[in-house]
Every structure is written in structure tokens, then in C-alpha cells.
């Protein structure tokens, strides 16, 4: 007995995962698959009369018309994403492929949900910019805040300057109250450092017990000689009453641009050396 395989298309499409939609030339959703409602919310006779473009996210309509203008003149697009919102009130990203049928007058679309996707891909670009234990810049994406830093500086003519903290004694403390506790002050150095600074400054962990500060838009050698000392005293300030044994304090090199190197390397290395005197100066008077 020959397979009637016109009876079969709807029972194939409905159990594909993805979400096939059928649109004509005014945006009317001609059909669409089951699976919309696990991916939008909304049954299929739900959506099926109504305007596709009106489950589009807003700041993503005028890239989705384009994509519908490409596919509608004969232009298969076959990597386009965009977002939808849910019934509910949610977003979801969808990644779409679509062709228009000119026989049908008709573009046929399969959606697939990537939200899950997106989420892993936004965790990954995280942490292959901030630090792990702290949250904060890493030294990779520092140095790229370091790059545009010293060019909108160079090309507005005003200052900048980086700051490169190292705290003192840390070994001692992880030696004698433990790494767990080394990580805590760390953290909560951290975010005494982020308290410091402004929402255009950067703050970093180099590594280990060492931060680095980007302070942009310095307009005197006093402002900055009041930010060191402010963060100087927060620093010193006790941790809390878990911490109260431990009472950091840290050594402060400081580079300006352009007057103490006009590159990153030469900065960062400026600042890193007045930073080692200024330790070995307090090793010496200790």
C-alpha cells in the first residue's frame, strides 16, 4: 500500500522540535507548528491568523524586517537571530532559516530556541574578561581599557593615570590564617577598590595579591594625590568583625600618562617600579 505522504507533512512537522513557521507576504502567520507553544507560549491556533512581527522583541524589529526583505527577494538566510517575547513576559533567542516560496507567495521559517545557548555564550565571553574570584576586569581586558584609555586621552589632550597596588605581607596571612581566608581579603579588597572609583574608572586583579586602577580624566597631580590616599585608608580600614585579626594595608605605584610613558608597557612597568620602591622603602624603615 503506497505511502500517502501529503497526510504525513503535518504529523512530520509537528514533531520535528524546532518551530516551523508559515508566513505570506503581510506578515500573517499562515501555520505554524506545535512546537511554538513550548518555545513562545502561544498554542498554534493562537498565533496562526496574527502578525508575526508583533511577537517581535522591539530593539530587534528593524534587523528582522531586513532579514524578511532578504528572504522575500529570493535570498535564503540561514543564521539569522533575533528575540521574541513570551506570553508570559519572557525573551526568548531564536535562531531562524527561512526561504520564500514564490509559488505559495509564502515564506517558510524554522526557529529554533538558542536562549540556553546565548546564556553559555555570554558566560564564556565573562570569564574570558574578569577574574574568577573577585568578578573583577582581568588582565587581558585591562589591558584593552588601558588601549582605549590612552587614545581618548591623547586624542581629547587630557590625563590619565594607573595605579598598581600590590598588598603587603599577604603571604603571611595566607601562611597563617589560610588560602580561604587569603581569598576573602582579596574579594573584599576588591570591592573596596571598585567603592573608590567611578563607573569610567577600571579596576583589575592582575594576579595573585597585585590590583591595577585606570583612572581616567586626571586633571592634577593633587586629585590623584588625594585618590592614592583615599584608597590608602580604606584599605586600612579593619575588614570586619570575622576579619578582625587581619588588617590589610597595601604599596602604591603610580604612572601618569603621557608624562610617564606613552604606551601600556611603559606605563604599567613605570608604575609597577614605583611600586616596588615604595615597598622596599617600608621593608627598610620596618
Not at 512537522?13 to 513562545?40: K, P, Y
Not at 524578511?68 to 513570551?86: E, K, L, S
Not at 530556541?113 to 565571553?125: F, G, H, I, N, W
Request: glycine share 6%; net charge negative.
Amino acid at each position: 500500500m503506497p505511502v500517502d505522504l501529503q497526510a504525513l507533512y503535518p504529523k512530520l512537522i509537528n514533531l520535528i522540535l524546532d518551530t516551523v513557521f508559515v508566513v505570506d507576504r503581510d506578515n500573517r502567520i499562515v501555520c505554524v507548528s506545535d512546537a511554538c507553544e513550548a518555545m513562545l507560549g502561544y498554542r498554534a491556533d493562537e498565533l496562526t491568523g496574527t502578525t508575526i512581527t508583533d511577537y517581535m522583541h522591539p530593539d530587534d524589529l528593524a534587523a528582522s524586517l531586513v532579514s524578511i526583505t532578504r528572504v522575500m527577494n529570493g535570498q535564503p538566510h540561514t543564521d539569522f537571530r533575533n528575540r521574541y517575547i513570551r506570553k508570559d513576559g519572557g525573551v526568548v533567542h531564536i535562531l531562524w532559516s527561512a526561504r520564500w516560496v514564490e509559488e505559495e507567495g509564502v515564506r517558510i521559517g524554522v526557529a529554533r530556541d538558542v536562549s540556553a545557548l546565548r546564556q553559555a555564550e555570554e558566560e564564556l565571553r565573562y570569564l574570558a574578561h574578569h577574574d574568577p574570584l573577585t568578578g573583577l576586569t582581568n588582565r587581558s581586558l585591562f589591558y584593552d581599557r588601558l588601549a582605549s584609555a590612552m587614545h581618548a586621552a591623547h586624542r581629547h589632550q587630557c590625563g590619565l593615570a594607573l595605579l598598581f597596588l600590590d598588598l603587603n605581607d599577604f603571604k603571611l596571612i595566607n601562611d597563617v590564617h589560610g588560602h580561604a581566608m587569603g581569598d576573602r581579603v582579596i574579594c573584599s579588597v576588591a570591592r573596596r577598590l571598585e567603592g573608590c572609583v567611578r563607573e569610567t574608572d577600571t579596576v583589575a586583579r592582575m594576579g595573585g595579591d597585585e590590583f591595577t586602577v585606570l583612572l581616567t580624566d586626571i586633571h592634577s597631580p593633587d586629585a590623584l594625590s588625594a585618590k592614592v590616599e583615599q584608597i590608602l585608608a580604606v584599605l586600612a580600614e579593619p575588614l570586619g568583625p570575622d576579619l578582625v585579626e587581619i588588617v590589610p594595608s597595601c604599596s602604591i605605584g603610580v604612572a601618569r600618562y603621557p608624562a610617564d610613558g606613552e604606551d601600556a608597557d611603559t606605563l604599567l612597568s613605570h608604575a609597577d617600579s614605583d611600586m616596588y620602591r615604595i615597598k622596599r622603602r617600608r621593608s627598610a624603615s620596618s
